[in-house]
């Protein structure tokens, strides 16, 4: 190597050495510096490596042949082939000339080098996942119909290959550039050295181009231009031949070109560019025209065997291929023994919303305007021997939310550093005044069951904790509110980036933009900094590629809090399948805990047969835990992830239709029913029960969202996901006859506004200073049956308290409002208690009693008497939950109405 080739390497390090290392020492190198710190602590550093070396090696292998790529073609080739090259720059009014070699040439050469070769390198090192994806493949064991690829190489092997060739496309037409412009300004563009040099350059963009056409022939299985998402027929017989007979015209060209080096003829070039132009043309009008003229008047028969790939592979990448479908014969009489039958599915009906149920427990349970419930879960627990669904809040610090003077550097950081504790309620029982009854309330927290005792209910990592907190601190840590005083404590985790000495303090300084950092005396070597406490950006940081759910949900286990949080793998290249919300493949293969105390997380694997997770875990061989190392107290808590059921339940309303014709013409279409929410229409949401399947004994924790035809509103279908046990994550739908009504939740919802008694009730009460606000409609199916249940919740225009005052109950085409669950049950199967018995005889001094007093038999009034008491006696046992007693009572009561219906016929 010669000296000025020395000067030209040197400049070029140097250069590079300074951009790569003046952003290390701004922010982004503190960043880095303060999150291997935070890896390190939460033993998750090989993540962080793994990334760290996998960019280093990709922007050294990029940087490289950058660097090598120009030098050769923009200072080595030009100067072996004219020796010194003179570049005259400049007009009329002047002209400077510069030579390869000189140094000002030379320094400005390496500057452009180094610039390029600093973009470029980052460029490749941000496709860091797609080459370890690509790396670490795992078939998923079903080839696609049209090449017979397995569906890995379109997930994980084809972004990879456009990435490289779009990135190296990119360096070839950068350099051809710049070699012409060189030769342009040296006046050597038409000698034949030059020539030569430029053609080869062409002859890469020429190939480069060619394999691209036929990446972009493998890439029309995703194509979504026919009449299903997937390669249709046009696609397959007029795209994919003209995008591989361009591929070859192309590669000749390619071929012709370094040909023309030695024998000039330029004449075969210009054929080729015909040729490709003339496709170019050719495509731009061919398919349309296959569409139109072919397949258009055909389209059934031609894209018959398309369609098929379409459902097969939308219902595979969704998880729908194993749905149970089953009739569901809606013929079914409720009585009083079906009720107690199923009393521990009408002990769970969900009368509680969470949006008001939300306002509820801030105004009775957030004790201090510093805490907050950000947001309330639903879950199940074993109590008393019985399944009993709950509604659940935790309560979280917002800092926020406390005064403005109060919000010191110290407070916010050193003092109130965590939120405290929850409260759970049952999702079905009602106070007297309207209020949830809570089974977990205060602070401390108070509860009567042993299973929902909590001894840790310190709140350091949840949904809303975004500051940062400094622990270990000479200043105590507020606890709780007790009176008029305050509780203090110190955490006793060990959580947390030890602060060390002087240099990790000066890091979190500027990290945090917190000079007291530096300056506080409270702070020690020994304390430890919190941050990343949000649960998404927590769980995030470790695991980039995963979709997080949004709905976290706590659970109370050995006395702790743990939040479960479900975590999608997903992929928008999977072939032939639809897509859906920027995907279309997912699959919930993990599932993430947080402990609220210690901020510990592990993802435990729960779909180990995912294509996606078992490359995740190659990539990450420490991150990921078998789900047989679950706490068996944590899986009883599973539930199936609402956001992934909504995703499938729409999917489903066109994909459970299996055969090409039926689904081409759309006939049994579902769609979303709507129902009114608060006082505006709405998409009904999925809602969680606690229910038999028919022909079930179990009690099942499931999710259900019903379905109506498209264009209409009775109901049709209904769709479950089960979330206990070894069924956890079978889906299942119950279909009903074609042939007969059912009503859907919005005819029911016209029936209720239709209903004069309950109408003119809510009109009334939303005149009165008052606001109504109807609750999500439950349809639940029970025996054969459907019942359907609404709650009323009245709120004061002065107040945020909302209050449970009616129950809307909705059986075949009987609807009543009753002031509880059990009475509208007593009402809407027909057996309203009787407050005036007609024809009771007169007590003595009342004489004759009046016209027809006599005209009925003696006893009618004892048993309206009767059923009177029986009806008394079955709501006391319902106040107590006690199902049996209350159907013993409505059977008796049953008894009397019948005989007293037999007295008064005679």
């Known amino acids: 190597m010669n000296d000025n080739s020395k000067r030209i390497v040197i400049g070029l390090v140097v250069a590079l050495a300074a951009l790569v290392f003046l952003p290390i020492l701004s922010g982004n190198g503190i960043t880095f510096y303060t999150d291997w710190l935070w890896y390190e602590s939460v033993e998750q550093l090989d993540v962080l490596k793994t990334r760290f070396v996998s960019q280093i090696i990709l922007w050294l292998l990029g940087a490289g042949l950058v660097v090598g790529f120009l030098i050769v073609n923009w200072l080595v080739l030009p100067k072996r082939l004219f020796g010194p090259l003179q570049l005259n720059v400049g007009g009329k009014g002047g002209r400077a000339s510069f030579t390869i070699g000189s140094r000002l040439l030379r320094i400005a050469l390496s500057v452009v080098i180094a610039l390029t070769a600093l973009t470029m390198a980052s460029s490749a090192a941000g496709r860091w996942m797609t080459v370890l994806r690509f790396r670490n493949a795992t078939p998923f064991d079903l080839s696609d119909p049209i090449f017979g690829f397995d569906a890995s190489f379109f997930v994980f092997k084809l972004p990879f290959y456009r990435s490289l060739l779009g990135w190296m496309m990119g360096l070839v037409v950068l350099t051809t550039i710049g070699s012409g412009l060189i030769y342009l300004f040296a006046g050597h563009i038409r000698k034949a050295a030059s020539i030569g040099h430029l053609s080869v350059l062409g002859a890469l963009l020429l190939a480069g181009r060619a394999v691209g056409y036929l990446l972009r022939r493998w890439a029309l299985v995703e194509s979504s231009a026919g009449v299903v998402h997937g390669a249709g027929y046009t696609d397959v017989n007029a795209r994919m031949?003209?995008?591989?007979?361009?591929?070859?015209?192309?590669?000749?060209g390619a071929v012709l070109l370094v040909v023309n080096i030695y024998v000039r003829r330029w004449r075969l070039l210009l054929y080729v560019g015909i040729a490709w132009l003339a496709l170019a043309l050719i495509g731009q009008f061919y398919p349309a025209a296959v569409q139109r003229f072919s397949v258009e008047p055909n389209e059934l028969a031609l894209e018959r065997p398309y369609i098929e790939h379409n459902i097969r592979?939308?219902?595979?990448?969704?998880?729908?291929?194993?749905?149970?479908?089953?009739?569901?014969?809606?013929?079914?009489?409720?009585?009083?023994?079906?009720?107690?039958?199923n009393a521990d599915t009408l002990g769970n009906v969900r009368l509680w919303d969470w949006m008001p149920l939300r306002s509820t427990y801030e105004q009775i349970q957030e004790i201090r305007t510093y805490y907050t419930f950000h947001d309330v879960d639903i879950d199940r627990y074993i109590l008393d021997g019985q399944l009993r669904q709950v509604n659940l809040a935790v309560r979280e610090l917002d800092i926020e939310q406390m005064r403005e003077d109060a919000r010191t550097w110290i407070n916010q950081h050193l003092i109130y550093t965590h939120g405290y504790g929850l409260c759970l309620s049952r999702v079905s029982e009602v106070s007297e005044e309207g209020l949830p009854r809570l089974l977990v309330r205060n602070i401390p927290p108070e509860t009567e069951s042993a299973r929902l005792e909590i001894e840790r209910p310190e709140i350091y990592f949840g949904e809303k904790t975004s500051n940062y907190v400094i622990i270990n601190t000479s200043e105590d840590e507020f606890d709780y509110p007790s009176g008029d005083e305050n509780v203090y404590s110190r955490?006793?985790?060990?959580?947390?980036?030890?602060?060390?000495?002087?240099?990790?303090r000066l890091a979190f300084a500027l990290r945090f933009n917190s000079t007291p950092i530096v300056l506080s005396e409270a702070i020690s070597p020994d304390s430890r900094?919190?941050?990343h406490r949000v649960l998404g950006d927590r769980v995030e940081m470790v695991a980039?590629?995963?979709?997080?759910?949004?709905?976290p949900y706590p659970v109370i286990v050995d006395g702790r809090i743990v939040w479960l949080y479900d975590a999608y793998t997903w992929t928008d290249r999977f072939p032939y399948s639809r897509v859906s919300r920027g995907l279309n493949y997912i699959r919930n293969s993990v599932k993430v805990t947080v402990d609220a105390y210690t901020g510990e997380m592990t993802l435990y694997v729960v779909d180990p047969d995912d294509p996606l997770i078992q490359t995740y875990q190659a990539i990450f061989p420490d991150l990921f835990t078998p789900v047989e190392e679950m706490d068996p107290a944590l899986r009883e808590h599973w539930r199936y992830p609402e956001q992934l059921f909504?995703?499938?339940?729409?999917?489903?309303?066109?994909?459970?239709?299996?055969?090409?014709?039926?689904?081409?013409n759309q006939e049994d279409l579902w769609e979303t029913p709507t129902e009114v929410r608060g006082s505006e229409k709405t998409?009904?949401?999925?809602?969680?029960?606690?229910?038999?399947?028919?022909?079930?004994?179990?009690v099942e924790f499931m999710m259900i969202r019903p379905y109506v035809p498209t264009g209409k509103q009775n109901m049709i279908a209904w769709l479950y996901a089960d979330s206990d046990g070894d069924d956890y994550g079978r889906l299942g739908v119950y279909k009903f006859s074609k042939e007969a009504l059912v009503y859907g939740p919005m005819q029911v919802e016209s029936r209720i506004d239709q209903d004069p008694d309950i109408s003119q009730q809510l009109t009334l009460w939303?005149?009165?200073?008052s606001s109504v606000n109807r609750g999500n409609l439950i349809v639940i199916p029970i025996n054969g049956s459907l019942l359907y249940v609404e709650p009323i919740y009245l709120q004061a225009e002065a107040s945020r308290l909302p209050e449970l005052k009616r129950v809307v109950v909705a059986y075949q085409n009987r609807v009543t409002m009753a002031e509880n669950l059990s009475a509208g049950l007593v009402q809407v199967l027909g057996e309203t208690p009787i407050t005036e018995v007609p024809g009771q005889e007169p007590e003595a001094g009342d004489g004759d009693g009046g016209e027809g007093a006599g005209d009925q038999p003696t006893g009618v009034a004892a048993l309206a008497r009767s059923a009177q008491a029986h009806y008394e006696a079955a709501q006391a046992c319902l106040e107590q939950g006690d199902w049996t007693c209350y159907g013993e009572e409505l059977e008796m009561m049953e008894q009397d109405l019948q005989e007293l219906v037999d007295a008064t016929t005679e």
Request: charged share 20%; aromatic share 14%; proline share 9%.
């Open 241 to 252: 031949p003209l995008f591989f007979m361009m591929a070859i015209v192309v590669a000749v």
């Open 313 to 341: 592979f939308t219902r595979h990448a969704y998880g729908l291929t194993d749905v149970a479908e089953s009739d569901y014969q809606a013929t079914g009489e409720l009585t009083p023994q079906k009720l107690e039958d």
């Open 491 to 504: 955490y006793e985790g060990d959580a947390g980036v030890p602060m060390g000495g002087l240099l990790r």
């Open 529 to 531: 900094v919190l941050f």
């Open 544 to 551: 980039p590629m995963l979709w997080l759910d949004p709905d």
């Open 646 to 664: 909504l995703i499938q339940a729409e999917l489903y309303g066109a994909y459970h239709m299996q055969d090409p014709r039926v689904f081409y």
């Open 683 to 698: 998409p009904i949401s999925p809602y969680y029960v606690t229910m038999r399947l028919p022909g079930s004994d179990e």
């Open 766 to 769: 939303n005149q009165r200073g």
